[in-house]
């Protein structure tokens, strides 16, 4: 087990990183810090020069890979790292020097457990792609494909494991110092939801399983792919997948050279995130520039699956109806929902909270996201959270930040594209489906037949708890009898607890007595 000086010491030592950089300056200001926090940060800071703007974006990417990755969580989290942080980390690259390849070639061979030669034709040495958590190279099988392989650096799993201590340290002792903003932020629950999307990028044979899983989901979007696994190829450390020939998302020039529909682009890219957020509840959540791309038939590929969010039924109707809500003003109903889900206490004011939520959505109804967006609305919602004491709810993180991403490239694409117009009918239409009479007709005879299926397994398991009479008849109660030895047994016990206790208290006295102790 780590020490605690251990842990302090990475604190301290990363703390210094972050005020070369001046990003500890918030956390010196803000008065919802704990003050045994404002120590640690001042004796971080001691001695260093800090630039006049904090730069959050290079202060992690300084720190190192696991840093990197939590950085873009806290991109997510204004409400936990202020307005400032979050948009600067929003901007903070995934990207390191690559690994020399003849380290990369031994890693692959022995996870392999055989020589590279008998699995692919050639590998190009230099990588197209190298980010904090493995890098990517182009290849050719031995069968004439051409595939991207996708390896771990090495050491990279005992690394993460290390800092990811320290975090869950830091976040358990930050709740613990009692300050009510730290409880209602739960940091604990941040990291350990942090944690598990990292031990999942760490096992590629799962990112392998959520492309597979995902390309299922979209089978039946036209002008939408998820590239193919090589499962024979694949493994916890590498990962070969289909190689997709298309231009980046974002190089409009390119794209628009080609001859793509930009405005179309940016819509069916929204409508898929959509999809696969609503309708399947599992969605693509590193969905940057950099993992998207166009092919000459405008189709949009999507790359990069070791980040995946999920959301169940329930959630999933919830968030329907808050978009809906939003878009056509009902702010009542969106309140409502945040007490139904328990995400806003029951001592506050259904109707408070609805004139707060008009206060952020009425501002974004009918304007394009060049002069409002969903990430001011994210912003404004934030900024509500306090005054209403919502605590932070992790399963809705991922699905924050991927909205973000999605609305920047959709943006980029068409800065004119208005984002509640292209989901309103989308988000109406599963509505009607999902929440309409029919609905919920069918889901009360799947309910009823479940429920009958259940009922010859119920009568087993009743049998076998109260199996039927017959053959001897049951034997009466028993009466209790106190046995030979027990009586005595108990009384001694109690004789040696008096003994024990009278003994005790006149050595004591006797101690007192002769001076033996003051």
Do not use: C
Not at 59 to 74: C, V
Not at 133 to 140: D, Y
Not at 367 to 377: A, C, I, T
Not at 390 to 405: A, G, N, W
């Amino acid at each position: 087990m780590t020490r605690p000086s251990t842990h302090i010491w990475r604190l301290l030592k990363w703390g210094r990183t972050l005020a070369r950089h001046g990003a500890l300056r918030g956390i010196e200001r803000d008065p919802n810090t704990p003050v045994q926090v404002k120590r640690l940060a001042r004796l971080a800071r001691f001695g260093t020069i800090q630039p006049k703007e904090p730069d959050y974006a290079g202060a992690f990417q300084a720190i190192g890979p696991a840093a990197i990755k939590l950085g873009q969580t806290l991109a997510t989290r204004p409400d936990l790292v202020g307005d400032d942080a979050a948009r600067n980390l929003l901007g903070l690259q995934d990207s390191l020097p690559p690994v020399p390849f003849a380290e990369i070639e031994a890693a692959m061979e022995a996870a392999y457990g055989q020589k590279l030669d008998t699995l692919f034709a050639s590998i190009e040495p230099d990588p197209v792609g190298a980010a904090s958590i493995a890098q990517v190279h182009r290849g050719v099988t031995t069968d004439g494909r051409t595939v991207a392989i996708k390896v771990l650096r090495p050491g990279i799993r005992e690394r993460f494991a290390r800092d990811i201590q320290t975090y869950e340290w830091a976040a358990a002792h930050l709740e613990a110092m009692g300050s009510p903003e730290a409880r209602r932020l739960r940091p604990a629950l941040t990291i350990a939801n942090f944690k598990r999307w990292t031990l999942r990028e760490l096992d590629l044979r799962r990112e392998a399983a959520s492309a597979s899983e995902l390309a299922e989901a979209m089978r039946g979007t036209a002008r939408y792919m998820i590239p193919q696994v090589d499962w024979d190829r694949t493994n916890g450390r590498v990962m070969t997948i289909e190689w997709i020939d298309g231009i980046k998302i974002s190089r409009t020039e390119d794209l628009l050279a080609q001859g793509h529909d930009l405005a179309d682009l940016a819509e069916r890219l929204v409508l898929a995130f959509l999809k696969q957020a609503i309708s399947y509840g599992y969605f693509h959540a590193d969905m940057h520039q950099g993992n998207l791309f166009v092919k000459a038939d405008g189709t949009i590929a999507a790359i990069d699956f070791g980040i995946m969010g999920r959301i169940d039924r329930q959630a999933r109707q919830w968030l329907a109806e808050i978009l809906y809500g939003l878009t056509t003003g009902d702010y009542r109903r969106v309140a409502e929902i945040h007490f139904e889900a328990q995400y806003v206490p029951s001592h506050h004011s259904v109707d408070e909270f609805a004139t707060a939520l008009r206060a952020v959505g009425e501002p974004m109804r009918g304007k394009p996201v060049s002069e409002l967006s969903v990430g001011q609305m994210l912003d404004g919602l934030f900024a509500i959270t306090r005054d209403f004491d919502m605590q932070t709810q992790p399963h809705l993180l991922l699905l924050q930040k991927t909205m973000v991403m999605v609305e920047g490239i959709a943006t980029q694409l068409n800065p004119s594209i208005n984002m509640w117009d292209v989901s309103a009918p989308f988000v109406r239409e599963w509505i009607r489906d999902e929440l309409g009479p029919e609905a919920a007709l069918a889901d009360r005879i799947r309910e009823d037949t479940e429920t009958l299926l259940r009922v010859p397994a119920l009568i087993r398991r009743l049998e076998e708890m109260y199996p039927p009479r017959g053959g001897a008849p049951e034997p009466p109660p028993l009466p209790a009898i106190e046995l030979i030895g027990e009586r005595h047994s108990r009384e001694s016990g109690w004789l040696g607890y008096l003994v024990a206790a009278l003994g005790g208290g006149g050595l004591a006295w006797l101690a007192a007595a002769q001076g033996w102790i003051g």
